[in-house]
């Protein structure tokens, strides 16, 4: 069912991470509507809006991933090689590799600051899709406890009153 | 009762039952721990389908398709609407053509799917040849171009959530200074041809 309101609130309940906010134009971002939750997904030049009303969500399932061990391993290495360059002790090797230890060291930190990733699907009746903001357990649990009373309490409303649908 | 569940890194159905919001299930093709939160709608059956009556005599025809049965009008152009064509949105039943003119004057955010970004295009004209290096000739053209997209873009810009202005600001300081940069190579290059002759 879509909703009819012109201009609505949304609060914000992930930006899709530091390191993705760096990037411009690639880019998820999960907002929460009063009726509906909007994924935003930014693809450099263009920005798509998916929403999924409360109503129609059957289920959130989420999986642990190893992709944060892997970046961190990456960003880990990446930091070691930059820090070796230091090593040759020429001004510009010493300028070079310490800009590049800097930002991976600081990638690295951030990879693991945030925690364990996950995959997270939402289902609904037609589709399931992959909600990418909500990918780091910290961030899902944090998102659920929003958004689980939301959906529970608006389905029991909706399907103790059954309105038109689409 | 059974449900139809996913798992969310495989894709390949796990067998859960409706008992208990929150479960931990294991998926049987690639051996992950699935944390499934379900909610009531999982147990509601879907719809049945919708019956299409055939218009008889007297009887109303959709403008769509005269042997149907109007059900509705349109509440955007008054178009007698069968049930395949009358799509409810909120409160009102409208037909696709509407639907999609609602869409292209963005009049209600409820419909809008997507939006063109400006401001990243703008950005880009400008970074993408300058970094590229190999292709920094082509910010002759595209930094008057990014330029023109900042000023006339600056207000026109639509997105559903409010967009900082920030990038048009770098991408309108980052053009500028490329034309500068290219008027001085210019002027350098025509000056010290005039010397030689």
Request: charged content about 15%; hydrophobic content about 50%; proline content about 5%.
């Amino acid at each position: 069912m879509y909703s009819e309101l012109g201009a609505m609130a949304y609060t914000k309940i992930s930006n899709g991470g530091v390191l993705m906010s760096i990037l411009p134009g690639l880019r998820t971002k999960l907002y929460l509507g009063t009726d509906h939750l909007l994924l935003i997904e930014q693809f450099i030049l263009v920005e798509r809006y998916k929403r999924f009303y409360f109503r129609d969500i059957q289920a959130i399932t989420r999986a642990n991933s190893a992709r944060w061990v892997v970046f961190s391993a990456i960003w880990g290495v990446c930091a070691l090689v930059s820090a070796l360059i230091l090593l040759f002790h020429h001004p510009v090797a010493v300028a070079i590799g310490s800009i590049f230890a800097l930002l991976f060291g600081f990638a690295f930190v951030q990879t693991v600051v945030q925690g364990p990733t996950c995959v997270v699907r939402l289902q609904t009746a037609a589709q399931s899709y992959r909600i990418a903001p909500l990918e780091r357990v910290r961030i899902f649990r944090k998102g659920m406890e929003a958004i689980e009373p939301l959906i529970r309490n608006a389905q029991e409303t909706s399907f103790a009153n059954p309105g038109p649908t689409l | 009762m059974a449900i139809r569940l996913n798992c969310p890194r495989c894709s390949e159905p796990i067998p859960a039952t409706s008992a208990g919001n929150a479960q931990m299930l294991r998926c049987p093709a690639c051996s992950a721990t699935v944390e499934a939160v379900l909610f009531p709608a999982m147990l509601i059956e879907p719809p049945a389908r919708t019956k299409i009556q055939i218009a008889r005599g007297s009887e109303a025809g959709c403008y769509f398709h005269a042997r149907y049965r109007a059900v509705t009008p349109c509440a955007g152009c008054g178009r007698f609407l069968c049930e395949l064509c009358s799509v409810n949105v909120g409160a009102r039943f409208l037909c696709a053509e509407c639907i999609s003119n609602l869409r292209k004057q963005r009049s209600e955010s409820g419909l809008v799917h997507h939006a063109a970004l400006f401001d990243n295009t703008a950005l880009f004209l400008v970074i993408g040849p300058t970094i590229s290096l190999f292709f920094s000739i082509f910010t002759l053209l595209s930094a008057p171009a990014a330029l023109f997209l900042s000023f006339y873009y600056w207000s026109r810009q639509w997105t559903l959530l409010r967009r900082s202005r920030v990038r048009f600001a770098i991408a309108i300081m980052s053009s500028i200074m490329l034309l500068l940069g290219w008027a001085v190579v210019i002027y350098t290059i025509i000056t010290s041809k005039n010397n030689v002759f």
